[in-house]
């Protein structure tokens, strides 16, 4: 493993009990850092959090809802001096089927999930890195998008789409910040094979391993040391951009 330097600085990470968001914890952990996780399972997120060690803390947010995205700021510094990186990774799949078979209540959910609560989380903490470094605000954030918000991906309409506007997202505050300490950028994954394959049919996981030319998948530790190193300093020159994890298969 690459050292990453993140001694001293405290990340918030969304979706952190399990899959990309805990191994991204676990890298940002290992490179001197420590994390408050962000999820909707308090259990979970308690558990993820007492096997990272003592520089992890655990809160129930639920991203989607700006209330419980506020309080968290809040809790958050009530034991962190600040919050120096932000990763988007609460993410929900939705269900594989034909856009015009596709329930409208889970459409709207996918949506308020996926970027309504990137949206709520980066609005409320970028207040908060605005007030930090020298003037300038510092701070890095880095959102969880996906190759199909490139692509699109049959039989996944609702998930494309909310990616989509994560990479939109991205783009556009990363020019508002653009002459302040703070960075924005995004990954964009192909599959990588985590508890959210579980949402997915066997057949949209084969279609998604087809057309990787690497003919496999990634994995949770090639995403996190991405992410570790644009949560980092060195990554000073690089916002509004798109970091492609897709073995092969992005074009763009």
Sequence with gaps: MNQLDFNGRHAVVTGGATGLGFGIAQRLIASGGSVTLWDRDEEAAAKAAESLGPRAFALKVD???QPSVAGAVAATLAHAPRIDALVNSAGITGPNTKL?????DAWRQVMEVNINGVFLCCREVVAQMRTQGDGGGYGRIVNIASVAGKDGNPNASAYSASKAAVIGLTKS??????DTGIRVNCVT???VKTAIFEQMTPEHIAFMLSKIPMGRFGT????AAMVGWLCTEDCSFSTGAVFDLSGGRSTY
């Design 189 to 191: 994954p192909a599959a």
């Design 100 to 104: 015009w078979d596709y329930p409208v």
């Design 220 to 223: 949770v530790e090639e995403v």
């Design 173 to 178: 505050l990363g020019k508002e910040l653009a």
């Design 63 to 65: 991203v989607s809802q």
